[in-house]
T-cell receptor
Framework: NAGVMQNPRHLVRRRGQEARLRCSPM?????VYWYRQLPEEGLKFMVY????????ESGMPKERFSAEFPKEGPSILRIQQVVRGDSAAYFC??????????FGQGTRLTVV | SQQGEEDPQALSIQEGENATMNCSYK?????LQWYRQNSGRGLVHLIL?????REKHSGRLRVTLDTSKKSSSLLITASRAADTASYFC????????????FGTGTRLKVLA
């Protein structure tokens, strides 16, 4: 059973471009979480999704950020019109039950 | 404000010594988890302790939970250079949404 797969591992975008981060949860896991980690800081909760539903998006910036977890395919975190402050590591986690969460290796986004 | 805050922020010890890290949180929880993150990598789940448990062991790891003080500690015994990493506690919010709030972490350095 492969772990949580995130791609790409590294993503460079120019200011104003769009960034799409993908997360394939572990097999059988229907709960997905996205977190953001700034350098030298802990992880900050962004959004919690179950298949086709956003359960809690209280950590998502109100503009430019969106997330989905379709019935088929990976979960996508989308950042429109990126700015330098969006540069961070974005981690996805999945869970079979909403308790113990398994994390991916993260996508490191650099906005130049 | 932070739900979980680790103390100390940084810890440097000699190989073979024990390392103790503490985590304090603010609101009631269902469970608390400890994670390890090696530099530039993803998170590795270490231990989950539920609110009705006081102590758990896993190999060289010992976690305690004091819900009256809203605090937890992670003890690593007989530390090794490979234990060098950042350690984070993560708490849910007992609100049923199962989102986890991470502290800022303790950066542990084990000197060979």
């Amino acid at each position: 059973n492969a772990g949580v797969m995130q791609n790409p591992r590294h993503l460079v975008r120019r200011r104003g471009q769009e960034a799409r981060l993908r997360c394939s949860p572990m097999k059988g896991h229907s709960h997905v979480y996205w977190y953001r980690q700034l350098p030298e800081e802990g992880l900050k909760f962004m959004v919690y999704l179950q298949k086709e539903n956003i359960i809690d998006e209280s950590g998502m910036p109100k503009e430019r950020f969106s997330a989905e977890f379709p019935k088929e395919g990976p979960s996508i975190l989308r950042i429109q019109q990126v700015v330098r402050g969006d540069s961070a590591a974005y981690f996805c986690a999945s869970s079979p039950s909403g308790l113990e969460a398994f994390f991916g290796q993260g996508t490191r986004l650099t906005v130049v | 404000s932070q739900q979980g805050e680790e103390d100390p922020q940084a810890l440097s010890i000699q190989e073979g010594e024990n390392a103790t890290m503490n985590c304090s949180y603010k609101t009631s929880i269902n469970n608390l988890q400890w994670y390890r993150q090696n530099s530039g990598r993803g998170l590795v789940h270490l231990i989950l302790i539920r609110s009705n448990e006081r102590e758990k062991h896993s190999g060289r790891l010992r976690v305690t939970l004091d819900t009256s003080k809203k605090s937890s500690s992670l003890l690593i015994t007989a530390s090794r250079a490979a234990d060098t990493a950042s350690y984070f506690c993560a708490t849910d919010t007992a609100s049923g949404t199962y989102k986890y709030i991470f502290g800022t972490g303790t950066r542990l350095k084990v000197l060979a």
